[in-house]
Nanobody
Framework: EVQLVESGGGLVQPGGSLRLSCAAS????????MSWLRQVSGKGLEWVSG???????YYADTVKGRFTISRDNAKNTVYLQMNSLKPEDTAVYYC????????WGQGTQVTVSS
């Protein structure tokens, strides 16, 4: 069974940091390109960052220089280190796999507020 379990969200003040994790199972994680996306309540999904199976990383302009995506194939986990957080980063964050794009986790809420 394919599972993607996001964690690490929470409430943080502007300028703060959070590290999100996404534990994957049920598919060959090491072969999968992975992405982080986010959704603001009432709005559409926004792609945030991606990491290829080989390790190449990509970022949306809105987070470039502040967020860092990484992966640990031994742990079947992809991470998103988020620094210098802004109120506009507030959203539910999801991870997704290019191998099993129909599967989504429950997401993790990130709230940036003073």
């Amino acid at each position: 069974e394919v599972q993607l379990v996001e964690s690490g969200g929470g409430l943080v003040q502007p300028g703060g940091s959070l590290r999100l994790s996404c534990a994957a199972s049920g598919f060959t994680f090491s072969s999968s390109d992975m992405s982080w996306l986010r959704q603001v309540s009432g709005k559409g999904l926004e792609w945030v960052s991606g990491i290829y199976s080989g390790g190449t990383t990509y970022y949306a302009d809105t987070v470039k220089g502040r967020f860092t995506i990484s992966r640990d194939n031994a742990k079947n986990t992809v991470y998103l280190q988020m620094n210098s957080l802004k109120p506009e980063d507030t959203a539910v964050y999801y991870c997704a796999s290019a191998i099993v794009p129909a599967y989504w986790g429950q997401g993790t809420q990130v709230t940036v507020s003073s």
